[in-house]
């Protein structure tokens, strides 16, 4: 089966930075994604790593280790509206994905 | 744009009852699943299309069926509900089954089986 580990919880303060870490053991590797959940509402994408190095979009950064099966998803400059849950999940070799948990985030003034 | 839709929003059963999730597309997209969020556990796949007119199950397939007549619709029946199945369903579509293609989440239905 797959296993992917990650935080159950982290807590910043307002315009610091946050790295949320995850793990993965899977059946072959496709790429990795991570997800944006709101309470109460659907995940949304943020990025996708599939090779080895850092992806940044704006405030946030991806970053995938691919022979250590490791990737993190760094925020910078927190605002309020960044609370939220951060799912890992990875594509394996039956092109289907499998989630972490999820890393609730809690961004406070 | 409409993205992906589900219906309803939330919804109480019986144990025992049927009931089928409807879920909607109009982005033309080959690939659709259908996910249960659980609290601790994350997103788990119950079913998935690859395209219209097949399906296949992964992970939590019991109890649960799909169908695909066509491209747009991918409706999830719970065909005598149990209360192990309270949870909240999500369905997702890609534009192909390739493990890089992003998967886009529907809203979401709450279901309670009492």
């Known amino acids: 089966g797959q296993n992917i580990d990650q935080p159950t919880e982290m807590t910043a303060t307002e315009g610091a930075i946050v790295q949320i870490n995850c793990t993965y053991q899977?059946?072959?590797?496709?790429?990795l994604f991570w997800y944006q959940q709101h309470a109460g509402e659907a995940p949304t994408f943020l990025s996708y790593?599939?090779?080895?190095g850092l992806e940044e979009k704006g405030r946030f950064s991806s970053f995938l280790s691919r022979s250590k099966g490791y990737s993190y998803l760094l925020l910078k400059e927190l605002q309020m509206k960044d609370s939220a849950s951060y799912l890992c999940?990875?594509?394996?070799?039956?092109?289907?994905?499998?989630f972490g948990a999820g890393t609730t985030v809690t961004v406070r003034a | 744009t409409a993205g992906i839709t589900q219906a309803p929003t939330s919804q109480i059963l019986a144990a025992g009852r049927s009931m089928t999730l409807r879920c909607t597309q109009d982005?033309?997209?080959?690939?659709m699943y259908w996910y249960r969020q659980d609290l601790g556990l994350g997103l788990r796949l119950i079913h998935y299309?690859?395209?219209?007119?097949?399906?296949g199950n992964v992970e939590v397939p019991d109890g649960y069926s799909v169908s695909r007549a066509n491209t747009d619709d991918f409706p999830l029946t719970l065909a005598s509900a149990v209360p192990s199945q309270t949870s909240v369903y999500f369905c997702?579509?890609?534009?192909?089954?390739?493990?890089?293609?992003?998967?886009?989440f529907g809203p979401g239905t709450r279901l309670t089986v009492l």
């Open positions: 997702a579509s890609s534009l192909t089954s390739g493990g890089a293609d992003t998967q886009y």
């Open positions: 899977t059946s072959g590797f496709n790429g």
């Open positions: 790593n599939v090779l080895d």
């Open positions: 999940a990875v594509s394996s070799n039956d092109y289907k994905l499998s």
């Open positions: 982005m033309r997209h080959n690939a």
């Open positions: 299309s690859n395209t219209a007119g097949t399906t």
